[in-house]
């Protein structure tokens, strides 16, 4: 009885000591990722890994390369999960993300993954653009259907286009990179040039376009071919088009900024296992393991469609494209919401 004071602040102690045991890590992620693949990539890796949580920071490619860059003295994000690989190159560049080497790299396809020596960015899946058509509007409005790149100059399309602004969007620099290198510099920018006295408004999403697409918004969107087999499948009435002339692609791509933090190496390296592939071959076709290989419904064949691309002169020259971009197309930009 005489011990009974001791009690209370033992079992106290004994709790907050179970407490912080069992408190799980948080790391803070960066990530341009569709919003809808979050939790699933989330509940992933935290069933694989109980002591760690997912903070998710998430914005479109563009306005999250710009927060990284913004943030390069006092970084605030522990690892970058699911951003392009031409934002990935420029932020290697920069210092922000750090050279490792994780484990599982050897099963990951060489095409999508940081050439140089110092590794620092690892392909999770590549990520293709297309042209979502809505053959309801299209048959209302007597517009047909568009083959190439070269069609959508046609004035029929005038008002009918939708694409994703590229100083916001991953997607649309993509594309406008994808121009670039296909066709040249001068020819890629006279071909915008015509091809925005067709377009309705640049959107500040890349998946966007095809839902404006959808939705009956606008006939035509350039966007995501992701987002074009979802919406096809659930049954809007579009088609996803591979324009002769070759479509956009890039790798979506893992990287570590806190070198200090192993729950953050963990989280690269669980994100190259299969395990991790197969969650994302639940969206995208091409992934980065090379033992996953499922087919996607209604994802187009996008293999005969891919341009060469560049990253590295993608990350390169970004500055510079998106500023002459900007100075020539964003009055018609919608509004940032």
């Given at each position: 009885?005489?011990?009974?004071?001791?009690?209370?602040?033992?079992?106290?102690?004994?709790?907050?000591?179970?407490?912080?045991?069992?408190?799980?890590?948080?790391?803070?992620?960066?990530?341009?990722?569709?919003?809808?693949?979050?939790?699933?990539?989330?509940?992933?890796?935290?069933?694989?890994?109980?002591?760690?949580?997912i903070?998710?920071?998430?914005?479109?490619?563009?306005?999250?390369?710009?927060?990284?860059?913004?943030?390069?003295?006092?970084?605030?994000?522990?690892?970058?999960?699911?951003?392009?690989?031409?934002?990935?190159?420029?932020?290697?560049?920069?210092?922000?993300?750090?050279?490792?080497?994780?484990?599982?790299?050897?099963?990951?396809?060489?095409?999508?993954?940081?050439?140089?020596?110092?590794?620092a960015?690892?392909?999770?899946?590549?990520?293709?653009?297309?042209?979502?058509?809505?053959?309801?509007?299209?048959?209302?409005?007597?517009?047909?259907?568009?083959?190439?790149?070269?069609?959508?100059?046609?004035?029929?399309?005038?008002?009918?286009?939708?694409?994703?602004?590229?100083?916001?969007?991953?997607?649309?620099?993509?594309?406008?990179?994808?121009?670039?290198?296909?066709?040249?510099?001068?020819?890629?920018?006279?071909?915008?040039?015509?091809?925005?006295?067709?377009?309705?408004?640049?959107t500040?999403?890349?998946?966007?376009?095809c839902?404006?697409?959808g939705?009956?918004?606008?006939?035509?969107?350039?966007?995501?071919?992701?987002?074009?087999?979802?919406?096809?499948?659930?049954?809007?009435?579009?088609?996803?088009?591979?324009?002769?002339?070759?479509?956009?692609?890039?790798?979506?791509?893992?990287?570590?900024?806190?070198?200090?933090?192993?729950?953050?190496?963990?989280?690269?390296?669980?994100?190259?296992?299969?395990?991790a592939?197969?969650?994302?071959?639940?969206?995208?076709?091409?992934?980065?393991?090379?033992?996953?290989?499922?087919?996607?419904?209604?994802?187009?064949?996008?293999?005969?469609?891919?341009?060469?691309?560049?990253?590295?002169?993608?990350?390169?020259?970004r500055?510079?494209?998106?500023?002459?971009?900007?100075?020539?197309?964003?009055?018609?930009?919608?509004?940032?919401?």
């Amino acid at each position: 009885m005489k011990h009974r004071w001791m009690i209370a602040p033992l079992t106290a102690i004994a709790a907050l000591s179970a407490t912080s045991a069992f408190a799980a890590e948080e790391l803070t992620v960066y990530t341009a990722y569709e919003t809808d693949m979050l939790a699933k990539f989330k509940n992933g890796f935290e069933k694989a890994n109980p002591d760690i949580k997912i903070k998710w920071v998430r914005d479109s490619t563009g306005i999250m390369t710009a927060k990284l860059l913004a943030e390069k003295a006092n970084p605030r994000a522990d690892v970058v999960w699911g951003l392009a690989g031409s934002s990935m190159a420029l932020l290697k560049d920069e210092g922000i993300l750090k050279p490792y080497t994780p484990a599982g790299l050897d099963q990951i396809r060489p095409n999508l993954i940081d050439p140089e020596q110092d590794k620092a960015w690892f392909g999770n899946d590549a990520f293709f653009n297309a042209v979502c058509f809505n053959e309801m509007v299209a048959k209302a409005q007597g517009l047909p259907k568009p083959e190439s790149w070269q069609d959508l100059l046609k004035p029929v399309y005038k008002g009918h286009i939708a694409m994703p602004n590229p100083a916001s969007s991953g997607t649309g620099y993509m594309q406008v990179s994808a121009w670039m290198q296909s066709m040249g510099d001068d020819a890629a920018w006279d071909y915008m040039e015509k091809l925005d006295k067709n377009i309705a408004h640049y959107t500040h999403s890349g998946s966007k376009p095809c839902v404006q697409a959808g939705m009956g918004e606008v006939a035509i969107g350039i966007s995501m071919a992701i987002r074009g087999a979802k919406l096809k499948t659930q049954g809007a009435p579009i088609d996803i088009i591979m324009p002769t002339g070759g479509v956009g692609w890039e790798s979506e791509a893992v990287g570590l900024v806190n070198t200090q933090s192993d729950a953050a190496k963990r989280l690269v390296d669980w994100s190259l296992s299969k395990e991790a592939n197969h969650l994302y071959n639940a969206f995208y076709p091409v992934v980065g393991h090379k033992a996953v290989n499922k087919p996607v419904k209604n994802y187009p064949d996008v293999e005969r469609a891919m341009v060469k691309m560049d990253f590295s002169k993608m990350a390169v020259s970004r500055q510079e494209v998106l500023k002459t971009w900007s100075a020539k197309f964003d009055a018609k930009s919608e509004p940032r919401s």
